[in-house]
Structures are given as C-alpha cells and as structure tokens.
C-alpha cells in the first residue's frame, strides 16, 4: 500500500476511483456524541445532532394519578436555557385492573403544563371519560389536528419542563383497589429561541 500520508483530525478514507484511497472533505465527530443522537450534515461537515423527533413516556401509579393536583409528575426535563419543549403528539392507555373505576365527577382530565405551571396548559393528555372508564381505553392527540395553542411570553417556555398534573382542585379517586394505571407516550422536540 502506498503512503496516503497524514490527515486531519476528523478525516476518513475513501476511494477515489481509482483503487486508490484518498482523505474526506468532509470531517466526522471524533467521538459518538450523545446517546441516540444522529449524525448530520451541515452541508460541509458530520455532526452528531440532536434527533428532530423525540420521545418520552411514562406510566402514571394508581397513587399518583389520585394525586396529580398536589404533585404534578414530571415527564419531560427542562432542555436548557433558549429552548422549548413542543408537543406533537400523546397516545395514552387507561390499563383497568377490572375491580373498580376511577371517580372524576368535577370533571377532572390530566394534562401537560409547562414548568408545573397551573396557568400554561398545552394539552389534554387523558379526558374524564377515559379516567372513568371501566375498561382498557386508549387515546391519541395530535396537535395538528386541533390540540389548544398556547399564546404565552417565550420566557414562560424557556427551559423549563414538561409536567402532568390535573388542574381541578379535586383531586381524582375512587378505585379502592389501586389496581388502575395509565400510560402515557408522547413525540416533541426542541425549539431553540
């Protein structure tokens, strides 16, 4: 083999069609990046970004879904200063554990907030009917297909987290065998300001 000499920090080798191996333009991460991060071009270079498209879920305990007005539950953490958390979409499923219901009856849903805030609701995750059901219900919102749109002050979305929590002060109960759950999937990704 012949010497291709030194290259770059970055560089890989490549054929260049003649059977010989030649140096990239283009430079790669030295290193694998975050966890689940891809790499892509910058129209120069590789880098290892962020995916567009993330994922979060969750599966709320009997316990805290009777609790969610005192202690909302995180499910998504604040992604740093200038950035925003967006919600595309959340499917849930009420899993009945087949004794009894939950009691909603003030019309308690759980929801997203931003920041834990009581104030900045981005959309309903779980309805009341869902709640009270007595069997395995799933659901699936889509914000392009109508969830609320939140009109707030970017600072109120600047690095903070995603939380649910049931807004009325009542809080959730009834199904005395705490052998109700619910899980919670959503698909989001990051703003920058």
Not at 130 to 147: C, D, E, Y
Request: include cysteine; aromatic fraction near 6%; glycine fraction near 8%.
């Amino acid at each position: 083999m012949s010497n291709i000499g030194t290259a770059a920090t970055g560089k890989v080798l490549q054929g260049n069609g003649n059977n010989a191996p030649v140096f990239s333009t283009a430079t790669y991460p030295s290193n694998a990046g975050t966890a689940l991060n891809l790499l892509q071009s910058d129209g120069t270079n590789w880098n290892s970004t962020a995916p567009l498209l993330l994922s979060a879920s969750i599966t709320l305990t009997n316990s805290q879904i009777k609790n969610l007005h005192g202690t909302s539950v995180q499910l998504i953490a604040a992604p740093g200063a200038g950035k925003a958390i967006i919600i595309h979409c959340c499917s849930s499923k009420l899993i009945y554990g087949g004794n009894n219901a939950f009691t909603a009856a003030a019309a308690q849903t759980i929801g997203f907030y931003y920041n834990s805030s009581t104030t900045t609701n981005n959309m309903t995750a779980v309805s009341n009917a869902m709640l009270t059901s007595t069997a395995n219900k799933f659901s699936l919102v889509n914000t392009a297909l109508g969830a609320t749109t939140v009109n707030v002050a970017a600072g109120v979305m600047d690095n903070v987290n995603i939380a649910l929590w049931n807004s009325v002060a009542t809080e959730i109960s009834g199904n005395a065998a705490n052998d109700n759950t619910i899980d919670i999937v959503v698909l989001y990704s990051i703003m920058s300001f």
